[in-house]
């Protein structure tokens, strides 16, 4: 733990500096930048005292043992001096009376002075004990952060709090990750508040470009003036300064640099001259009014980009800020260059900046190669001299002023507005053309669509004839193949039977067979049908009569026509 001033802390851990480089007075040069994370020497108005470590009357620092363990070295202490001990001689019992339980302590109010009961267990009032001139106040935790009684001060912080202690002289001291057991014979032990250094109330940010540059808080204690009243004084101020981040204490003429962490300063002389990001940064700047070689007055819109490398630097030449270093710088700079061009070579040009490279035949060309050149150049070598690295310079925009900017503005606009009109021309003709140009291609592809539709009509057709005719050849060829099988077949059969009637002998059975052919026959053609025989005089009869029916009917049928 480091401090500063009259062994009052402001640094927990180490303190940042650059030795001749970072530590800066009359006469001291610039040395090599600091990069972030460099550790040098320490500057010689800080050093080392931690309060607690002090040799101090009742004031006990506790240790591993805790709190009761300080306590009896506090009653130790008193008792060798001469004086009244703070812890109770009381012995506690288990059946009646106050009790105290494990982790807790009592106290009691002997006279005005203060009594400690450490023991757990119960203890009796009047009459079974001596409560004379005592009085009875209560129970505490032995983890409590803060207790005062009776002139008896204990404090106790944990790892992340910090605890802001007045003494008896009224020094200021900061306790942290530790804790004291304290008796005052002469003023009081005033602890003025218990600080979350990690949730610090106040945030501190860049005011211009709005870059959040840490956290801070401010403790003050009451003091009474001469006049009776009561006014607050500021006595710590507590820093959280985040990564790439730093701040810049001040002491008289010397400065120092204080990295990112968590901080407390209590000196009164040591003051924070300014907190700073070590990261790039980024801004629109608008310029003041600058006149041209033929005093046209112009304002421009400028965009600054840039990385602090060493802030001591920057608070040596007595900037707040690296926007207030490089606006001076920027606003010389292009007014030199300005001042050199005509109004003609820069209104052409409506976007400048690094990036616009061109080959020398554009009017605004001198203006561009003058901002590449001499601008960022000169800006470069006059941010170093802050401790500023330049990362980029554009002129993103711009404003001419003045009777001659207004007339070549009205110039300007009506060419703009034939431009436009000239453009909107070729704009319809070049519609009408692709219109064309589209109804032409939906008619080329309705025709590809209907020779295609024409050619598969037609293939349809000839597909469909040629199966049609080729269904018919193969059923004719079917039927034949079945007529001629079936024609086979009845053959065979007709065979067959006349095989097999040819094969029976028998008289009778032949006779038989005739009988039941004869059955068959007038069975088929019914029993009114009457059979003429085909040959002899049946025949000859047969044939005249089928002549003379021929005949009548045809003299009939001559009749009626």
Known sequence: ????????????????????????????????????????????????????????????????DGLIAALQKLDMQLKNTGRGHVLSRKVPTDWIGKEVTPGQIGLINHGGLPKILTRPGRYPGMPLRNWWARKWIGTCGLSDTVIQFGGLTVVQVSQNQAAVVSDPQNHVFVV???????????????????????????VIK???????????????????????????????????????????????????????????????NVTLRGMFTLGENQIEMPTKDIFTRDQVPVSLTIYLKWQLTEPLKLTTHGYNTPYDALRDKTQSILTQIVAHLDYSSMVKQRSLGPDNLDDGSDASSAFLDALRTRAMDDLHLAALEYGIIMKDLAVIDRQFKGDIASTMDKLTTRALQAQVEAANVDRENSNKIKQEE????????????????ADTEAYSIVAAAQAQAKKLQIEAEAQAKATRLAAEAEAEAIRLRAAADAAVIDQFAREMELRRNEVARVKAFGSKAVFVPTDGLGSQLGSSMATGMAASLGALESKRS
């Open 1 to 64: 733990m480091s401090s500063v001033g009259d062994g009052t802390t402001v640094v927990d851990g180490h303190v940042s500096t650059a030795g001749a480089s970072a530590h800066y007075g009359k006469g001291v040069q610039f040395d090599e930048p600091l990069k972030p994370g460099r550790k040098d020497g320490i500057a010689n108005f800080t050093t080392t005292v931690d309060y607690l470590e002090e040799e101090r009357p009742f004031f006990v620092k506790i240790g591993k």
């Open 206 to 268: 860049d005011p211009i470009t709005k870059v959040t540059l840490g956290w801070s808080h401010e403790v003050t204690m009451k003091s009474r003036t001469g006049t009776g009243t009561k006014q607050d004084y500021v006595v710590a101020l507590f820093l959280n300064i985040p990564a790439n981040n730093c701040a810049i204490l001040q002491k008289g003429d010397d400065l120092e640099l204080l990295p990112a962490g968590q901080h407390y300063i209590t000196s009164p």
């Open 176 to 202: 942290k990750n530790s804790g004291f057991v304290a008796y005052a014979i002469e003023g009081t032990y005033n602890v003025l508040s218990i600080v979350d250094q990690t949730h610090l109330p106040t």
């Open 438 to 453: 589209g109804a032409l291609a939906v008619a080329r592809i309705k025709a590809q669509a209907q020779n295609t539709k």
